[in-house]
């Protein structure tokens, strides 16, 4: 099973830029797909960005789209998340997770992820 390993949160102000790192270890298969997560505080786990290591195609949650980019590394086995334009309800833990066989449907369903990271904080202030 991989291993997850996040960085780069932080403390920030609203419009300041961030970019997330995961790096992994073990065995990543061509048919994975690395996600991104965020737990809000006292909110539940949700859907932020993914993308299927093959092919390149990524997914982003609404909330998030033209703000945030994922993006990965295959050769050094890394997921990435600019975040630009901060907002504080962009305040969260973030995780990244990795899962097999995903199709587009099932990509927001973290119950479809095998392998989660520790997250990163990120706190945007206003």
């Known amino acids: 099973q991989a291993n997850l390993a996040e960085s780069g949160g932080g403390l920030v102000q609203a419009g300041d830029s961030l970019r997330l790192s995961c790096s992994t270890s073990?065995?990543?298969?061509?048919?994975?797909?690395l996600a991104w997560f965020r737990q809000p505080p006292g909110k539940e786990r949700e859907f932020v960005a993914a993308?299927?290591?093959?092919?390149?195609?990524?997914s982003y949650a609404d909330s998030v789209k033209g703000r945030f980019t994922i993006s990965r590394d295959n050769a050094k086995k890394a997921l990435y998340l600019q975040m630009d334009s901060l907002k504080p309800d962009d305040t969260a833990l973030y995780y990244c997770?990795?899962?097999?066989?995903?199709?587009?449907?099932?990509?927001?369903?973290?119950?479809?992820?095998?392998?989660w990271g520790q997250g990163t904080q990120v706190t945007v202030s206003s």
């Open positions: 073990g065995p990543i298969f061509s048919d994975s797909t």
């Open positions: 997770a990795l899962g097999r066989r995903l199709i587009l449907s099932s990509l927001r369903n973290s119950g479809a992820y095998d392998s």
């Open positions: 993308m299927f290591r093959n092919t390149g195609r990524s």
